[in-house]
């Protein structure tokens, strides 16, 4: 693999499935620097849903710092990879580390990734396909979550075939989330650490006084969204305080839940612990700015609300009530990318999706700020005052487009912004004429 990303040499392979592969990667210049570069499939980044997905989920994904999570350094594109790069620090995978541990030696771990799940819903970042591939030990037995963001991106793909296939890659994620309208949300979220914790009361020794679990899984991991908890917060306070639970009582109604094949939860991934001398790097969390990630989590509702027409989302979410009562969650398959084969998404209704895009001539008019400039010109010349008027009206005209422009997440033609420059500046021209000549009528006035 002789890919360059930022100067550093993907130097060998940590962990692939069909929609991203981790490597290792060392500085081609720099000694001892080294870190974590996630290549996500460039067929499927093709597509311009997940083209602007990655683009706007940059920002938060970059900034989250927590330190139970894997923290990343930057997202960017880059000689047509798509990269997200991260802390390298020595790791052990979660699967291995867990082995015939009790349950009260694993509890404060399990509660250590729930508090980083919940930091990252306050960013509004959404793993929802928490698996045991995701989680990794450091060397001072904290618990680091991986991959938390990615599939919020790529589940933005709008063909269903490509959809289900991006599914086929995910495990523990909520039953709702195949279908096209439902988003990743707290519900899912709460779907995802409930099977989670499933797969890790199979695998350990849960004693007596811990069977209140079991409750917790059930409500957890409930097909009906409405009858989970309401967030991660909820169900981590009642997996705090079990003892507050009659389970015998607490579990009328709830059947316990049948567990997984471990065979199938756990494909096999050519994952490595890496065993090196490179010093851990211990993070301070900063305090949250939840303003900035809730706008532009609101932004991106927005976005999706004008593209989704309200009636056929009534119809599947009716559609959705129906079907939930008798849906259980497939079972994923194994894992059947690996670094010698190329994805098997299928991509034939690549040009259905790309016809759906926004043209945006009919939303934004770069023209009208051209006109307008002219226009403003020749009234300075002739009535200042209407001449600054119309300077002020083209600015507010070319803001506008350009905030049109960053909420649809749409590009401008070469011509387009050439007329939008151009006009601008003859407003900023028409605004210095018309000031310059009302002085002069002032100063001849009082002369």
Do not use: W
């Not at 890919?3 to 962990?15: D, K, S």
């Not at 990667?25 to 093709?46: G, P, V, Y």
């Not at 928490?130 to 063909?159: T, W």
């Not at 849906?327 to 994923?332: A, L, Q, R």
């Amino acid at each position: 693999m002789n890919i360059n990303i930022r100067g550093y040499l993907l130097t060998h392979e940590l962990f692939a499935n069909g929609l991203f592969k981790v490597y290792k990667a060392e500085h081609s210049i720099l000694t001892d620097q080294s870190l974590r570069i996630t290549l996500l499939n460039h067929e499927l980044m093709e597509l311009p849903e997940l083209k602007s997905e990655f683009s706007s989920s940059s920002f938060k994904l970059s900034f989250a710092d927590h330190q139970c999570i894997i923290k990343n350094t930057d997202m960017l594109e880059e000689n047509g990879n798509f990269a997200i790069l991260s802390e390298n620090i020595p790791l052990t995978p979660f699967s291995d580390f867990l082995g015939n541990k009790p349950f009260d030696e694993i509890k404060p771990i399990i509660e250590n990734i729930f508090e980083a799940i919940i930091y990252l819903n306050d960013k509004k970042i959404y793993h929802s396909a928490l698996s045991p591939e995701n989680l990794f030990i450091d060397n001072y037995s904290n618990p680091r979550i991986a991959n938390y963001g990615l599939a919020e991106i790529f589940l933005k793909a709008v063909n269903p075939d490509i959809r289900n296939s991006i599914l086929e890659n995910f495990n523990f994620y909520a039953p709702e989330v195949s279908e096209r309208q439902v988003v990743l949300n707290d519900k899912t979220e709460v779907y995802s650490c409930g099977k989670l914790l499933e797969f890790i009361c199979e695998i350990i020794n849960v004693d007596e006084s811990s069977k209140s679990i079991y409750y917790i899984i059930s409500k957890s991991t409930n097909v009906d969204p409405a009858k989970r908890y309401r967030n991660v917060n909820e169900l981590l306070n009642d997996f705090r305080n079990p003892g507050k639970f009659n389970y015998d009582n607490a579990t009328q109604g709830h059947v316990k839940p049948e567990m997984p094949d471990l065979n199938v939860i756990i494909p096999k991934t050519n994952n490595k612990t890496e065993s090196s001398n490179e010093p851990i790097i211990s993070k301070n969390e900063p305090s949250e700015a939840k303003n900035v990630f809730t706008i532009l989590d609101e932004i991106k509702n927005q976005k999706t609300n004008s593209q989704e027409p309200r009636q056929n989302f009534q119809a599947t979410q009716q559609n959705n009530t129906t079907q939930q009562k008798q849906y259980s969650p497939p079972i994923p398959p194994p894992n059947q990318y690996s670094s010698n084969n190329s994805s098997k998404v299928n991509f034939q209704s690549k040009q259905n999706v790309s016809g759906n895009v926004t043209n945006p001539n009919q939303t934004v008019k770069p023209f009208s700020v051209l006109a307008i400039g002219i226009i403003a010109i020749v009234m300075s010349l002739i009535v200042p005052i209407f001449g600054i008027f119309l300077a002020l009206v083209g600015f507010v005209k070319s803001s506008s487009n350009n905030k049109k422009v960053k909420d649809l997440k749409i590009s401008l033609k070469q011509s387009d912004k050439q007329a939008q420059s151009i006009g601008t500046i003859f407003c900023v021209i028409a605004l210095i004429i018309s000031i310059i000549k009302i002085i002069n009528f002032i100063v001849s006035i009082f002369s």
